[in-house]
């Protein structure tokens, strides 16, 4: 019996009980429903987390350099982020996920915003968007075991 986070794998399901597709996902791509279904739903749960967290979409929609009503996009389903800021969310998720751990949202807002000694002096936000997650996580660890230089 799989687990609560365990994958399901539609290839390890019969095919007489797997879902039916319904039309109203039909694409003109050819593109499968499941996939773009999946990819709409982890949008929406990432940018709903994020919302929460950093305490509006207009923020939200500040740090990722989208236009204001684009995370009310997301969220709704309407469409879904380009493969760019698709990879910038998973990484600010993770960040933030990780920062509030520690502090909570809005000190872990002010951490992503403000300068960091173990980034030389830059700002999270920024070494997120330039270079992706690992190097931020390894501030954030830094800054959480207590040893500041």
Do not use: C
Not at 38 to 49: C, D, S, T, Y
């Amino acid at each position: 019996m799989p687990g609560i986070f365990d994958a399901i794998i539609i290839e390890d399901v019969p095919k007489e009980k797997r879902p039916t597709r319904p039309k109203k996902y039909a694409s003109k791509t050819g593109a499968s429903a499941p996939k773009r279904v999946g990819k709409l739903l982890q949008a929406q749960q990432r940018v709903e987390f994020l919302i929460d967290s950093l305490g509006s979409q207009r923020e939200l929609a500040e740090l990722l350099n989208v236009s204001r009503g684009q995370p009310s996009k997301w969220l709704k389903g309407a469409e879904s982020p380009s493969a760019d800021t698709g990879a910038f969310l998973v990484d600010l998720d993770h960040v933030i996920a990780r920062a509030s751990l520690v502090w909570g949202g809005e000190v872990s807002k002010r951490w992503l915003v403000g300068s960091e000694p173990f980034l030389g002096g830059a700002r999270p936000i920024d070494v997120l968007r330039q270079y992706g997650s690992r190097d931020v996580i390894d501030a954030l660890d830094a800054v959480t075991a207590g040893s500041y230089s």
